[in-house]
């Protein structure tokens, strides 16, 4: 306590250190165990240069997205190039599933896994795509939605709102992975016809 | 229609119903009437009286509030549809009634035109607060794409709408101003400068809101070709020449979050003091039952004793007295657990208990069991005589009595 308060910390540090240490993102619009108010400490100027300047000291730095927050390290090299280039490869398969879908899944979506697979069913392009999305075990579609749901609920992106009618929503974080897509430049044979990709990197 | 038309009646209807009120303003269109029936605020009789006073609708066997109450609570509350139609209304009565002062000068004119300035004023700063909110409302929660554009244009063309009375009423003004010069009436003069100073105020905050739409726009516009991206690495991908055609793997091994690189939580080590805490048993206790370590729960309930008992060998006897101690005391009701041990009649065969240990019994009750037991965190005191030394002492303890639901059913008795 002493030490915070003579840091001119706001009191939901820890917090806020517990949940992105972890490596997960803190969104504007997440709701579950305070973290729009978590967001709201971290957005306001004066509590972001001191936060930044404390987590600096321990090689963490806050990196601020389109209405999220997430830690990188300093003076690290970043590592497992490999596990990273198959992860993300995994997430163009999802992002590419979501946006074939009729009802486009976007930030502040709420959908239900089983509504997912429902449209996966009636749709054999669809289905297709999430029948070949690799390393899942489950044998329907529904289940395969599911661990879908699951995993990037891990990642910070979704959050599980409604256990009882496993209701997810989609979190501002969600922006981050379509940044990454949108800085990723294709290379054209035939001149590039489009210049979509931006440097909106962090 | 039987809705009343005394401000005293509706007020005391709905002040007698307001938890229903409250109910069915916070969940509109999904109570049905036996919902609303099997709460305890309301019975079948007063439910009809409200339907008959035009207060409740019911539809189909949903109950719903009157409209009007609806959108009085929305009003002062600032939420609900934006509805500027209002504005314009307001503006074409004003109108009306400055051109009736203009032919006869009569006060009820002037009243009328001050009255309408007041509302025009308070309805545009209120339409534009809900305006900011139900954009944002739509951005954030709105789950159909379309939809979610096709508001947001919509909020767009609201927008413009305020805009546009803004200028009329500004024009309004600016027009009447010799006018209301003639009139030489202070009160009109503060309602005017005021209108004034909040439609510049006003029209600032139409502005911000309308970048706001543009940007929720563009980022919406964003997402949807992020997507057609994403559609075309995905192609690319499949064509197994995502590493050779595109820059993924440079763009990959850039980045920078902790997940994805494999940075784990710091983890620390429990502190060895800290287990010795009451908080660290708890935790050992929890970890021991995981893990179903008896060995581990019997050790730690007996290095409690250990610190407490001068006398091993009657330790023992007690512990094993201490659970239909904690059962006989439970079901009584008249002292607490203080006083019943200091008064309970121990068999003969554990010998005299003394003070000091009834007294270490007392705290480790309050210990082991003190899920069983109401902590009142209030002390009582008392006196007693010290057998060695021969002083008066005074003696402090917070009061315990029996398990919770005994307090609740003895409360539910009275």
């Known amino acids: 306590m002493e030490e915070t308060t003579s840091f001119n910390l706001p009191k939901q540090t820890h917090d806020i250190f517990s949940v992105m240490a972890r490596g997960a993102f803190i969104s504007s619009n997440g709701s579950r165990d305070g973290m729009n108010r978590l967001y709201d400490v971290i957005n306001n100027p004066e509590n972001f240069d001191r936060l930044q300047a404390y987590f600096n000291v321990i090689r963490y730095n806050i990196e601020r997205g389109n209405n999220f927050f997430y830690f990188s390290k300093l003076s690290e090299p970043n590592s497992e190039l490999e596990k990273k280039l198959e992860r993300f490869e995994r997430y163009i398969d999802i992002i590419d599933l979501f946006a074939s879908m009729d009802n486009k899944i976007g930030i502040g979506s709420r959908f239900r896994p089983s509504e997912i697979a429902e449209e996966c069913n009636a749709n054999v392009r669809l289905k297709q795509k999430l029948q070949k999305i690799p390393l899942y075990r489950s044998e329907t579609l529904h289940n395969k939605v599911r661990e879908i749901c699951d995993l990037m609920s891990r990642d910070s992106f979704l959050e599980l709102e409604d256990e009882k009618s496993e209701s997810y929503k989609v979190l501002d974080s969600y922006n981050y992975l379509l940044d990454v897509i949108n800085s990723v430049a294709i290379y054209e044979e035939s001149g590039s016809s489009d210049d979509t990709q931006g440097i909106i990197y962090n | 229609m039987s809705l009343q038309v005394n401000v005293k009646d509706l007020l005391s209807n709905l002040y007698h119903n307001r938890g229903v009120v409250e109910l069915l303003f916070g969940q509109r269109d999904h109570i049905t009437v036996n919902e609303l029936l099997g709460r305890d605020d309301i019975s079948e009789e007063q439910y009809r009286k409200l339907v008959s006073l035009d207060i409740l609708y019911e539809y189909e066997n949903v109950v719903s509030l009157n409209d009007a109450v609806v959108a009085m609570f929305e009003d002062f509350m600032e939420i609900g549809e934006v509805t500027p139609g209002f504005i314009n209304d307001y503006i074409n009565e004003l109108k009306r009634h400055i051109k009736f002062y203009q032919e006869a000068r009569e006060m009820r004119f002037l009243r009328s035109i001050k009255k309408y300035l007041k509302r025009i004023n308070s309805t545009l700063t209120r339409e534009i607060i809900k305006l900011q909110k139900n954009v944002d ?99 690319v991908k499949d064509h197994g020449t995502l590493h050779f055609k595109t820059n993924f793997r440079e763009i990959v091994s850039g980045i920078n979050t902790l997940k994805h690189n494999g940075h784990k939580t710091p983890k620390t080590k429990i502190p060895i003091d800290f287990l010795y805490s009451d908080d660290g048993h708890v935790l050992c206790k929890r970890i021991a039952e995981k893990y179903k370590i008896t060995r581990l729960m019997v050790r730690g309930l007996a290095d409690k004793m250990a610190g407490n008992f001068k006398d091993q060998g009657l330790v023992q006897q007690i512990k094993l007295d201490t659970e239909k101690l904690v059962e006989r005391f439970l079901t009584q009701t008249k002292l607490n657990l203080f006083e019943y041990l200091i008064e309970y009649k121990f068999p003969k065969a554990i010998g005299t208990v003394t003070f000091e240990e009834r007294l270490s019994l007392f705290v480790e009750i309050a210990m082991e069991y003190q899920n069983q037991l109401d902590f009142k965190y209030r002390l009582q005191y008392h006196d007693y005589i010290e057998a060695n030394t021969e002083l008066k002492k005074r003696l402090g303890y917070t009061l315990i009595l029996p398990l919770k639901e005994k307090a609740k059913k003895e409360k539910a008795a009275k």
């Open chain 2, 137 to 235: 409302d739509t951005y954030k929660n709105e789950s159909n794409y379309r939809i979610k554009l096709q508001k947001l244009e919509d909020y767009r063309e609201k927008r413009d709408t305020i805009i546009d009375f803004i200028r009329q009423t500004t024009t309004i003004v600016d027009e009447t101003r010799s006018l209301f010069n003639i009139t030489n009436d202070s009160e009109l003069f503060g309602i005017v400068s005021s209108l004034k100073v909040s439609l510049i105020e006003n029209l600032d905050f139409l502005i911000e809101i309308q970048t706001d739409i543009t940007d929720f726009i563009n980022k919406i516009q964003y997402q949807l070709d992020v997507y057609k991206k994403a559609q075309r690495l995905k192609e």
